[in-house]
């Protein structure tokens, strides 16, 4: 997409350029279902219903919407950009596996790191609290992981127990 762009619109600025290279990337991308024909054919019909109006977008295309050269050009840049928003269409399934797959691997380097860390003194400290209120025997926490597992563990099984007999006391 990006070496086509250096082949056509050879008369327009380049300001003009970017703006309606910007614009026809944003119509293909915004309806993938239509043809590059149909893209073309609605975006003509726009142009000159803006031209006629006086308050066109693009004040620059009243003098070269007519020109073959323009609409094969601009057919050639709809293409282009047809062909990369379908190729990333066809690409998302293995991005999103690599991003999950990232996003595990992630996790799992976390807790490899918490495993080889003493636990933090709020841990601890959070630890004891939670076996003191529910009559828990202590264990020795040697790491941030076992002390994360642990505090989790404690809180899962009482939040259970404690929806449990919330409910059959409500009934």
Known sequence: MYEIKKQI???????QKSALCNYLRALVKK???????????SFEADERYYIKLNCSR???LAEVIDNEEFKSDTIKYLKECKKYYDYKEKQRPIVEANKEFEKKKRKFLQEVKMSKEA???KQLYYYDRLCKKYNIDKKELTSKLEARNEIDKIITEHNDYYKITG???EC
């Open 58 to 60: 693009f004040e620059f």
């Open 31 to 41: 309806s993938p279902d239509l043809t590059v024909d149909e893209i073309w054919e």
């Open 167 to 169: 409910q059959e006391e």
């Open 119 to 121: 636990p933090t003194k």
């Open 9 to 15: 619109y050879l008369a327009l600025s380049k300001n």
